[in-house]
Structure formats: C-alpha cells, structure tokens
C-alpha cells in the first residue's frame, strides 16, 4: 500500500520557537494532504487542506499565520507551527490522497511538547 | 456533514469475532462509509470503505444496512493486535475530507 513519511515522531521546543513537520508520499504523488492535530484522548480534528501548488484551505478557528502550510510539490508538505506555545502542545498528523483511491493513508504521527 | 454514533467502548475475548456498530441516520445517497482505526500514538489506519454493497478485505468485513443507516465493521478473528480505536466516518464525494467523532476503544482480552 501507499506509504506516508512524516517526520519528526517526536519534538520539544522552547515557547517562542518554531517547529516544521514534513509529510511526504513515497511512492505516489498526493495532489491533496490534510493536516489534522489532536490532543490526549480526544479524536482527530482537521486543521487544513493542501493541494500541491496552491495556498492551503483552513478550518474555522485555525489561524493560517500560526500554522504555516507549504505544498511544494506532489511528494511533501510542510506544517510549520510559528512561535510555538505550550497550548500549540499537541499530536499532529497528515494524511494524503491517492487520486482516484477513495483511502486516505496517515503518516505516524508528530509529538510536538513547547516548553 | 453527516455525523455517526458509535459506543465508546467494547470488550471482545481474542481469537472471537468482534461487531463494531456505528449509525450514520443523516446519510446522504453519496456518502462513502469509511473505518479507520488507530493504535496509540500512531496515525491511522484504513480498514475498509463501501458505499451500499457489503465489503470484505484482508483486514475485516463491511456490512452495510439496506436503507444505509447503519453499518457494521466485523472483524473475523481478533487478536491482541486489533486493540485499537475504531473510526466510522462518512465521506462526502464533493471533497476528501473526513470528519472524524470520537470512535469506539476496541479491547481485546486474553
């Protein structure tokens, strides 16, 4: 099956610093990715939509200037988390589309912790 | 969106077929059912998805009510490596989100 790479699994940052996700498809080309965050015991909520080569659609509520999308290509997205707080503390996780798969495959998963 | 409701929780003994519920009243005529399920602190994972004809993979089963009100995941045989939280979604074929509720913790016993 299609494979998704996110990296880090797992980042602690100091309050004020930012932090970049990678979420890359290895081994087809995800014309869309989505962003999602989710806290402890809680389900998946999304944050965003990206598709390669255009500007990022948002959930109500999150602020685009916070979280920074970037969909450079069909392979990697990026997430970055802008001066980071210790509420922006949270499990994140993207996920891509396979064109004409009606499955969406995750990546593992990033432990963000903002001290 | 449409949303669905599934229980919290279940127990099932390992080796045992195990029936996930969910209900999904509000469905539209094209929404696609689709069950993710999650282990601790890892991403998803697809199970299965149909639309109105019953489903089976590798992984489990999909069987879906006539009037698509409801649907039930079977997992054939659990094992302790099926411990997880199971997602019932709904998708919307105008986009590829999904919108996720809250899931029910499957546990296995030994």
């Known amino acids: 099956g299609a494979v998704v790479s996110q990296h880090p699994s797992r980042v602690i940052c100091k309050s004020g610093t930012s932090v970049k996700i990678e979420c890359r498809s290895l081994?087809?080309?995800?014309?869309?990715m989505f962003w999602y965050r989710q806290f402890p015991k809680q389900s998946l909520m999304l944050m965003a939509t990206?598709?390669?080569?255009?500007?990022?659609?948002?959930e109500q509520g999150v602020e685009k200037d916070k979280f920074l999308i970037n969909h450079a290509s069909l392979t990697l997205s990026t997430l970055t988390v802008t001066s980071a707080h210790p509420e922006d503390s949270s499990f994140y996780i993207c996920?891509?589309?396979?064109?004409?798969?009606?499955?969406?495959?995750f990546g593992s998963g990033t432990q963000l912790s903002v001290l | 969106d449409a949303k669905t409701t599934q229980p919290n929780s279940m127990e099932s003994n390992e080796e045992e077929p195990v029936h996930l519920p969910c209900n999904h009243s509000?469905?539209?005529?094209?929404?696609?059912i689709h069950w993710y399920r999650q282990l601790p602190s890892q991403g998803p994972e697809y199970v299965i998805h149909?639309?109105?004809?019953?489903v089976n993979n590798r992984m489990a089963s999909l069987a879906i009510a006539e009037d698509r009100k409801s649907s039930t995941l079977i997992l054939h045989r659990a094992t302790l490596r099926d411990a997880a939280v199971y997602y019932c979604?709904?998708?919307?074929?105008?986009?590829?989100?999904?919108?996720w509720g809250a899931g029910t913790k499957l546990i296995i016993k030994p």
């Open positions: 996920s891509a589309r396979v064109p004409t798969n009606e499955k969406l495959f």
């Open positions: 081994d087809f080309q995800a014309t869309t």
């Open positions: 990206s598709n390669e080569g255009s500007k990022a659609t948002y």
């Open positions: 509000t469905i539209s005529g094209t929404d696609y």
């Open positions: 149909g639309l109105t004809s019953n």
């Open positions: 979604i709904l998708r919307d074929p105008s986009n590829y989100q999904l919108i």
